[in-house]
């Protein structure tokens, strides 16, 4: 028997630890940020007059002794905005109308009121004082409790209500199953609002060209670029009409820079109004008040049991507070862990109740982790609570429910399918790691001595990569079936090689730190057999130019799970033409070529090995000595979606995401009683991420996200009075975690590549914003005895629970 002759493999690059290539600049202060660029010559600024009250008429605005002082341009008000633009679509059909700036009325303290455009920022800020407005003060709502009642003072009087949405759902037999139960548990869950507090905030700088009716906006956005869409209707131009730049920078977003689009909106019209172009760079006031924050909460429970602790079914009733608006992306915050309502769970019937609330508060929008911390808040709690009312073991009750191994792919009964999983084996591997049973013995022997130690486990789905067709269960079918049906969620990317075989590969994701630039080069050069820093990525996107979808962006965690393929599909055409031109230069068949060490080598004959810069050269000089048929040149673009992104079906049923990891948290905690001070003594999380693309970047991720959830577990509060006054509008009240107060992190992984994507990877970048809060939570509880746990689990609030 003749053996075929050895393949050359290419250099394994997907998996390993390879530090950033983003690195390097933003240690040297090299790094090319919103505010460092230049774009137009007579670019002016812009500095934004706001509201200080929560809810008022707005009477008469008076810019006359502004637009005299030298060096301004024009004065922007929301009359002229209401005149020359038009309202941002949300998705709902209820008509609350949105402009970036206030008009007729102002429904939250900080909403923009008039934009002065000057020749510095110091002129702007100078002029603002010199704008007369007068306002007649209105009640304000403040409280999701307030906004409920039939005579609170509605916000939009269109609408009528407060209530601005309003949806129920039922997925298998509720009602039999309630009637079966042994027991029902029912607990109400508050969950706050808070931010992100990324350490870049906004900015713009647009130029609205008259000749040709177009804008160029330059911002710090981080998509979806759905709302490229969105903001054209809103600037009254087609989309090609419309150019969006990113920067090749983003000092992080966490998914507060969704939400960066009104302003866009907002300065682009100022540019046009004034005839220049317009900066405007957020301060941090500014962003603490009126930038964006996630959705404050409040949960009804009522769940089913056998008194083995089975969960039958799930009652939900979710009331969210969206702020004075209902801006896009929402409601996506009630809806994003929709198909996920069971989380980790074999609960096979379910009824969601859901609601939408206006209140004279900062609109709401993406969040890391959104809409999961809230949900899982919720269900975790539960669990515990559930445990403790049948005087059972909560891991007891956790392994009964759990999907099992064997049951993968799973159907939730909402429509989510959870590709892959072994969740028993990872919980195991978390007990492992947390030394479970000396955990219970150190906590035993704390509360002996008299102080209050307590145990919190939580078990999270976390959803990546959305559907696009997610938001739409917001709409009932009837009005579903009216307009296009939406499903998907596509990427796409473009990898060109020049004359001399350099590589370049553009992205449409807009990152903000995560390391797509490194993973990127790692999926590129496995696949052209090339070396790593021979390859350049591009993150800064450019609607005219570069490859994007209206789902393109960095949020709900996708690369991993979605644009990664788009690279390497890419990458995958660049080699198979890279290695048809060989194929035809070496007279071998096509699958005798690999692609190794940035050579074309036959199989069995290295002697005939060609440079790929040689066949790039050959591809753009010398064009009809290519094969037949072959395009010039080396310029391939791939776009991906995940095919199991199926729009909603008729039972209201939504697939969210295109996979799902998993996570399990462990925390040892004590409190003392005397001061309210929590004092984290161990906390352990594991974490299925599909196939890992690169461990160091894995790890980075898994910390940021437990930081963020750290800060809502213990810090992080948006907080009001009854006025609607922002109370925390510094960093002096608005507290974030620093690495003095984050504890050491013992992380583990149980991975299970998933099915349904070519690399198996899933997205890892938010789990533990959603699983840190409740796990603390759970162990305050079990430390203090108590059932009703509030966030955030500040010192004051933590003593007020030791003094029931």
């Given at each position: ?5 050895a ?25 090319r ?5 230049d ?26 002794r ?5 060096g301004?341009?024009a ?7 209401a005149?020359i633009?038009q ?19 102002v429904?939250?303290?900080?909403e ?15 002029a ?17 409790d ?18 601005v ?8 037999e ?9 027991e ?9 609002k808070y931010?992100s507090?990324?350490i ?8 609205y ?13 981080q ?23 990113v920067?090749?920078?983003i ?9 960066l ?25 500014e962003h603490?008040?009126?930038s964006?924050?996630l ?13 083995d ?6 009652r ?49 929008g ?26 059972l ?30 969740y028993?084996t990872?919980?195991?591997e978390?007990?492992?790691l947390?030394g479970?049973?000396e955990l ?11 102080r209050s ?8 789905v976390?959803?990546s ?5 997610y938001?739409?269960i ?11 049906p ?9 990898i060109a ?10 992205l449409?994701?807009a990152?903000?730190?995560q ?17 790593l820093?021979s390859?350049?990525?591009v ?5 005219q ?46 699958d ?7 050579l074309?080598i036959?199989?069995?004959d ?19 000595a ?10 391939e673009?791939?776009y ?43 906390y352990v ?9 690169n461990?160091l ?9 437990f ?35 984050i504890?050491p ?5 149980v ?8 690399l198996?990877a ?6 533990n ?7 603390i ?16 689990l ?10 029931r």
């Amino acid at each position: 028997m003749i053996e075929s002759p050895a393949r050359t493999r290419p250099r394994r690059w997907i998996g390993e630890a390879v530090p950033r290539k983003e690195d390097p600049a933003l240690l040297t202060g090299a790094g090319r940020f919103i505010d460092d660029l230049d774009p137009f010559p007579n670019t002016h600024h812009a500095a934004i007059l706001r509201s200080p009250h929560a809810h008022a008429r707005i009477l008469s605005i008076d810019s006359t002794r502004a637009l005299v002082l030298e060096g301004v341009k024009a004065v922007l008000t929301g009359a002229r905005v209401a005149e020359i633009s038009q309202p941002f679509h949300a998705g709902i059909t209820e008509p609350v109308h949105f402009y970036p700036i206030a008009v007729e009325k102002v429904r939250y303290v900080g909403e923009p009121v008039a934009v002065v455009v000057a020749k510095d920022r110091y002129i702007a800020e100078d002029a603002l004082e010199l704008i007369d407005v007068e306002y007649e003060r209105l009640e304000p709502v403040v409280e999701i409790d307030r906004a409920l009642a039939d005579d609170s003072l509605p916000l939009h009087e269109n609408v009528g209500s407060n209530v601005v949405h309003e949806r129920s759902f039922t997925y298998g037999e509720v009602d039999a199953a309630f009637a079966a139960a042994e027991e029902i548990v029912e607990a109400t869950f508050r969950f706050p609002k808070y931010a992100s507090t990324p350490i870049e905030t906004y900015g713009v700088i647009a130029q609205y060209q008259r000749g040709t009716d177009t804008y160029a906006i330059h911002a710090n956005f981080q998509g979806p670029f759905v709302l490229h869409t969105l903001l054209a209707s809103a600037l009254r131009v087609p989309g090609n009409r419309l150019r969006i730049l990113v920067p090749p920078d983003i000092g992080g977003s966490f998914g507060i820079k969704a939400l960066l689009y009104p302003y866009m909106g907002l300065i682009a019209l100022a540019s046009k109004e004034s005839g220049v172009p317009v900066k405007w760079i957020e301060d941090r006031l500014e962003h603490l008040c009126a930038s964006s924050s996630l959705t404050d909460r409040l949960t009804n429970v009522q769940a089913a049991v056998l008194r083995d602790g089975t969960i039958l079914a799930l009652r939900l009733d979710h009331v969210d507070n969206v702020g004075a608006y209902v801006r896009a992306p929402e409601p996506a915050c009630l809806y994003r862990m929709h198909g996920t309502s069971t989380g980790a769970y074999r609960i096979p019937a379910l009824a969601i109740h859901n609601r939408l609330v206006t209140t004279n508060k900062l609109p709401t929008g993406l969040n890391r982790g959104y809409g999961g911390q809230e949900h899982y808040f919720a269900l975790e709690r539960t669990m515990a609570i559930v445990a403790k009312r049948l005087h059972l073991d909560r891991l007891d009750v956790v392994r009964r429910n759990l999907v099992r191994a064997d049951e993968f792919p799973y159907h939730a009964p909402a429509g989510s399918v959870l590709d892959s999983g072994d969740y028993h084996t990872a919980l195991d591997e978390a007990l492992r790691l947390a030394g479970y049973q000396e955990l219970l013995a150190t906590r035993d022997r704390a509360r002996a001595r008299g102080r209050s130690a307590g145990i919190g486990l939580a078990c999270v789905v976390e959803p990546s990569g959305s559907s696009m067709g997610y938001i739409t269960i917001a709409l009932p079918l009837e009005q579903r079936k009216r307009s296009l049906p939406k499903s998907g969620a596509a990427e796409a990317v473009t990898i060109a090689l020049d004359p001399s075989g350099a590589i370049t590969v553009r992205l449409g994701t807009a990152p903000q730190g995560q390391g797509h630039q490194t993973v990127t080069a790692q999926i590129v050069a496995e696949e052209l057999g090339v070396a790593l820093e021979s390859i350049e990525v591009v993150a800064e996107v450019d609607t005219q130019t570069s490859p994007w979808t209206i789902a393109s962006g960095t949020y709900s965690s996708r690369f991993a799970p979605i644009a990664a393929v788009a690279v390497q599909q890419a990458a995958r055409k660049v080699a198979m033409k890279l290695r048809t031109i060989a194929a035809q230069e070496c007279n071998v068949p096509v699958d005798d070529i690999d692609l190794a060490e940035g050579l074309a080598i036959p199989r069995g004959d290295r002697s005939k090995a060609i440079p790929i810069k040689r066949l790039a050269g050959l591809a753009h000089w010398n064009p009809l000595a290519l094969p037949s048929g072959m395009e010039p040149g080396v310029y391939e673009t791939a776009y991906y979606s995940v095919p199991i992104l199926e729009a909603p079906d008729d039972q209201d049923r939504v697939n969210s995401s295109a996979v799902y990891g998993f996570v399990v948290d462990i925390c040892l905690l004590d409190v003392d009683r005397e001061t309210g001070k929590i004092e984290i003594q161990r906390y352990v999380s594991v974490h299925d991420t599909g196939r890992m693309l690169n461990p160091l970047l894995a790890e980075g991720q898994i910390r940021g996200g437990f930081a963020h959830g750290l800060g809502g577990a213990l810090m992080e509060e948006m907080v009001y009075d009854e006025n609607g006054a922002l109370l925390s509008g510094t960093f002096v009240d608005y507290l974030c975690p620093t690495a003095a107060e984050i504890p050491p992190l013992v992380i583990g992984h149980v991975d299970t590549p998933s099915p349904f994507t070519p690399l198996g990877a899933k997205g890892i970048g938010e789990g533990n914003s959603m699983s840190v809060p409740v796990t603390i939570a759970n162990a305050v509880a079990d430390a203090l005895g108590v059932d009703d746990i509030t966030l955030p689990l500040t010192p004051r609030r933590v003593w007020e629970l030791t003094q029931r």
